[in-house]
């Protein structure tokens, strides 16, 4: 059954705070839908459940690209196209610039948004391994204020998250601080373009005298939602990178992934993948060190 | 629905503008009817196709504010103000965009159903960059898929096509005037 435009509402208040007023009046009654990359489709199929939709499309406040000394505050709406051609993202976030890169193809990223990668809530979302390693906060915005978290806390379940039903994804904050790190992300998928992730996985290191001071590993497609490997990080934290500590980090992965079968993979492939992306990860890390 | 029901809609319906291939044009249609849908069905723009519906495979492409998009994935709504262009906006007085001559001097077309999508991706990225290597075709192609060619022919009349404008930097119509007097000087 295809979609059928007469069966849905759109409209597009045209300011920030007419869509909050809008989400406040009638909470849980309208879908916020940005460059529609992915709620377009399930309408196309006739699989578009909501029915009352509003347009964060053209809403300048959300497609912000925002700089101080201490971080880059990226507005909800800017899409992934504006993350690639951004010089700082580049420079000093060259992860988000990467995984931007990797979303669908350029009419996609043309539209495709930060924040609807991350409230769609796909378990392989491009930008998600990135955002973990780069401690990643987000900001939520309401009729009743605005509120900051971690983004590791963002995502509660299978397409669950922390949004109450009159807020919004406002803003994504990354802190101007990984320029000493070493930093790395791989997504292992079909083909270049247009594949959803098989596995992915994002890292940020420091190594001092050998140790491993600081890490942060962040994974896609290997649970429900992305997630931080926490027990990963802690396995190899402040430990130096003997064959000894990779095989331990390698085990602790496989202790806290997981994985499923589904139409892209298999579960069984996607640990062993997963386990052998994080070793090119400290292999290199311990052959390369930190960036100077 | 009843008759009346969807009469009651209908007169809810917003009056959407926008321009098209440098027209104005409006239209009374359902926001969420795709801009894929609009431009065929209301404004009989059928050089745009439709292949997958979910934004794979590129057929749709047209060019919106400057950018690059998939029609199938964009409701009208979103295109209120916005400039469109189409593959019926590249040939400039019947005479056809250096993309559609190479295209067809390189066998960059066979079926034809990718071949508006190929193009207004190409004149996206010819647009961005005039120069294009090998690997940023590849990339600016990415998007659009084509089960005939193997694609080969299509970067290559990409490739000729940014070659094509190297050589004759300015198509202006001066220059045809030149080359009439050169003739009548004959």
């Keep these: 059954m295809r979609g059928n435009a007469e069966m849905h509402e759109l409209v597009a208040p045209g300011s920030l705070g007419a869509v909050l007023d809008l989400l406040a009046a009638e909470p849980g009654q309208w879908t916020p839908i940005a460059g529609g990359t992915e709620l377009m489709v399930a309408f196309s199929a006739g699989h578009l459940d909501a029915h009352k939709l509003v347009s964060l499309w053209g809403i300048p406040d959300l497609r912000t690209i925002e700089l101080t000394p201490q971080g880059v505050a990226i507005g909800a709406a800017a899409t992934f196209l504006d993350l690639r051609k951004h010089a700082v993202i580049n420079a000093e976030l060259p992860l988000l610039a990467k995984a931007a890169s990797w979303i669908g193809s350029i009419a996609n990223q043309s539209r495709a948004t930060l924040g609807g990668n991350l409230v769609n809530g796909s378990p392989a979302a491009d930008s998600s391994p990135a955002l973990l390693a780069y401690d990643a906060e987000i900001e939520t915005i309401s009729v009743r204020g605005r509120r900051r978290l971690p983004y590791s806390e963002f995502h509660t379940g299978y397409k669950r998250n922390v949004l109450a039903a009159d807020e919004l994804l406002y803003a994504i904050h990354l802190p101007r601080r990984f320029a000493r790190h070493r930093q790395y992300l791989r997504k292992v998928g079909t083909r270049r373009a247009m594949a959803i992730a098989k596995v992915a ?81 400290l292999l290199e890390l311990r052959r390369e060190g930190s960036r100077p | 629905m009843s008759a009346n029901g969807k009469l009651k809609t209908v007169a809810r319906w917003p009056t959407i503008r926008f321009t098209v291939n440098g027209e104005s044009r409006s239209v009374r249609v359902p926001p969420m009817k795709r801009l894929l849908d609009v431009l065929r069905e209301d404004l ?117 096509a940014a070659d094509a404008s190297d050589a004759e930097p300015a198509k202006e119509p001066a220059k045809e005037s030149e080359l009439e007097q050169t003739y009548h000087a004959r």
């Design chain 1, 201 to 281: 996985l994002g890292a940020t290191a420091l190594l001092e005298q050998g140790v491993i001071r600081e890490i942060r590993l962040g994974a896609a497609s290997l649970a429900p939602y992305p997630t931080r490997l926490r027990q990963t990080e802690a396995a190899l934290l402040g430990q130096a990178l003997t064959r000894e500590a990779v095989l331990a980090a390698r085990r602790a992965l496989l202790a806290e992934v997981q994985p499923i079968d589904d139409i892209r993979s298999t579960a069984e492939y996607r640990r062993r993948v997963a386990v052998n992306v994080l070793e090119e990860f």
């Design chain 2, 44 to 160: 009989h723009l059928t050089g745009t196709k439709e292949g997958c519906g979910e934004g794979e495979c590129g057929s749709c492409s047209v060019r919106m504010n400057g950018e690059l998009v998939n029609s199938c994935l964009v409701p009208v709504l979103q295109a209120e103000g916005a400039e469109i262009q189409t593959v019926e906006g590249l040939a400039l007085d019947g005479e056809l965009h250096p993309l559609q001559e190479a295209f067809l001097h390189n066998g960059g077309a066979q079926c034809g159903i990718c071949t508006p999508g190929m193009l207004m991706a190409a004149a996206q990225l010819l647009a961005h960059s005039p120069h294009p290597s090998d690997a940023e075709i590849r990339e600016g192609l990415a998007g659009n898929l084509c089960r005939c060619t193997g694609f080969v022919r299509i970067f290559e009349s990409v490739a000729a």
